[in-house]
């Protein structure tokens, strides 16, 4: 089973308690975009098996929103973070670097 932490509440959930809300750090297009740009915000969305940053809401708990680094493979979590930031901290990008070398994910590594 999935455990993640939240990271504003500090409560531990399983996956029960939590909404997933798909691929974290997605780059919105507004009015001006290109054909190309908007298509990729709306359709184009990471399916890796491996390394993975998600965006997660406590639903039964605090409600809010934050992001989590994990493998697909494994449901092994590297951490938790705000959702309030544009890409995951460095101590993420060094737990997951620890246990996945060489490691990336969009503009991530
Ligand atoms: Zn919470």
Redesign the pocket.
Known sequence: MLILT??????A?DETELAAGGEAHLKRFGPGASDDELHGYLFSRENPKGVHLERWR?AS????W?HAARCTATLEVFGTYSAQVSGPPQEIRDAISAKRPGWSWREFS
Do not use: R, S
């Open positions: 939240c990271p504003y509440c500090g409560v959930a406590h708990g605090c409600g809010k934050f």
